[in-house]
């Protein structure tokens, strides 16, 4: 099994950067993608973009252009980093993993995770 916890938030304003960190731990070797979701305040969770342990990177729709998801292997950490936010990315951010055979898209599915971490809020003022 794998644990992973968040860490970053805070409030921020905006037009201002952020890079949000996971830290996994436990079977790392067994995970074939590490993913973002946020979920806001009144809103459904929705994915965000995704890593698989190829480096391979993908993303939602509503991901590109501002968000990118990057890993450090020697550290078993996940970052995803946040330019130019906007009052409507205030969220709270999830980390989750799976040891699921998963790839590409399927990797932004939140059934096909089992590891999710508690949360990471983020508050953006304009």
């Known amino acids: 099994q794998v644990q992973v916890m968040e860490s970053g938030g805070g409030s921020v304003q905006a037009g201002e950067s952020l890079t949000l960190s996971c830290e996994a731990s436990?079977?790392?070797?067994?995970?074939?993608?590490m993913s973002w979701f946020r979920q806001a305040p009144g809103k459904e969770r929705e994915a965000l973009g995704a890593?698989?342990?190829?480096?391979?990177?993908t993303y939602a729709d509503l991901a590109k252009g501002r968000f990118t998801v990057s890993q450090d292997n020697d550290k078993n950490t996940l970052y995803l980093q946040i330019e130019s936010l906007k009052p409507e990315d205030t969220a709270t951010y999830y980390c989750?993993?799976?040891?699921?055979?998963?790839?590409?898209?399927?990797?932004?599915?939140?059934?096909?995770?089992?590891?999710w971490g508690q949360g990471t809020q983020v508050t953006v003022s304009s």
């Open positions: 436990g079977d790392t070797r067994s995970t074939y993608c």
């Open positions: 989750a993993a799976t040891t699921r055979r998963t790839s590409g898209v399927y990797c932004l599915f939140e059934w096909h995770m089992n590891s």
């Open positions: 890593i698989e342990s190829s480096g391979r990177t």
